[in-house]
């Protein structure tokens, strides 16, 4: 099955719309494909990874910060925080949901998610649960999970993104008469995903029951994963998730929260340790370059700059 029927009329309005673009002469953000990004200056160090709230952020705040040694992107990942999986109680199916927010920053990608692009920033989409019982652990079938993975392979083709976030919070199973969390689930969706999009990132913020069912029936799902990072912010956390060092972040911070000693500390291990990815949260619009030089001092050996 495709997108849930909700999600059709959308399907539909941006084909009927892009017909229309191209009979005019003209491009949007929801059609065009995803630019390949200019080569960002070079810079050595561990993958930095920002999670932006765009309920309340944009995501070009991600793009304002430099190096300044060299003028590298201070970030190389940016997570939409966040797209949901909701249950619909007709059909008895999840299926994937954009608030207003985030519909509106998908919809004006070429405005909210290009110029990012165009930097060499990657933009992935996190997907969280909505505390209506649907989650990544209680699918009951190989063909639910996949037509969910569709659904979100679909939302990254639309949109140009660069892949899919899993954060298993807030499901709430159970709930709507839902399914507890079963031990398939997972991989079969993150399987199923892996195919639909065997060249984009699959990420997971390690929490949830989720990311405790990892394999199933021989199959481990764990190297599947570009990245799996520690939710806790302010703390060290390996994943548990078998994963080389260079894809994992033991370190996790909130920006503007977690004192600057902490980042600094955080990042200093990171690299004395030799991983390779630092996790941050909360990216707001305000001018953190003294938060975030405190973690690329110690990861790239420089200060970050803010360019509004």
Do not use: C
């Amino acid at each position: 099955m495709s997108l849930q029927l909700r999600n059709r009329g959308r399907t539909a309005a941006l084909a009927i719309w892009a017909v229309t673009a191209l009979a005019f002469g003209t491009t949007g953000a929801a059609a065009a494909p995803a630019p390949a990004p200019a080569p960002a200056p070079a810079k050595q160090g561990p993958t930095s990874v920002a999670y932006v709230e765009v309920n309340s952020n944009s995501m070009l705040n991600v793009g304002k910060y430099t190096l300044a040694d060299g003028g590298g992107n201070a970030f190389d990942v940016a997570l939409i925080f966040a797209a949901n999986i909701n249950y619909d109680t007709t059909t008895k199916a999840a299926y994937l949901y954009f608030n207003e927010n985030v519909q509106r920053v998908l919809d004006n990608a070429a405005t909210e998610i290009r110029p990012l692009q165009r930097q060499g920033i990657k933009v992935v989409l996190s997907v969280l649960g909505n505390h209506q019982g649907a989650g990544f652990a209680n699918f009951t079938s190989q063909e639910a999970a996949s037509a969910f993975a569709q659904e979100m392979s679909e939302a990254v083709a639309t949109y140009g993104l660069d892949g899919i976030d899993f954060d298993d919070e807030y499901a709430e199973y159970g709930n709507n008469g839902t399914s507890q969390p079963n031990a398939s689930s997972f991989v079969n969706l993150v399987t199923a995903l892996r195919a639909d999009m065997p060249d984009k990132i699959i990420s997971l913020y390690n929490i949830g029951p989720a990311a405790s069912r990892l394999s199933y029936g021989g199959v481990d799902i764990s190297s599947t994963f570009d990245y799996a990072w520690n939710p806790y912010y302010g703390t060290w956390q390996v994943p548990g998730v078998a994963l080389p060092k260079s894809r994992l972040s033991p370190a996790a911070v909130e920006i503007g929260r977690t004192s600057r000693s902490t980042v600094a500390g955080l990042a200093r291990r990171t690299v004395s340790e030799g991983y390779g990815v630092y996790l941050t949260y909360n990216l707001d619009g305000t001018d953190r370059s003294a938060d975030v030089s405190a973690f690329t001092r110690e990861l790239y050996g420089s200060d970050a700059v803010y360019t509004p």
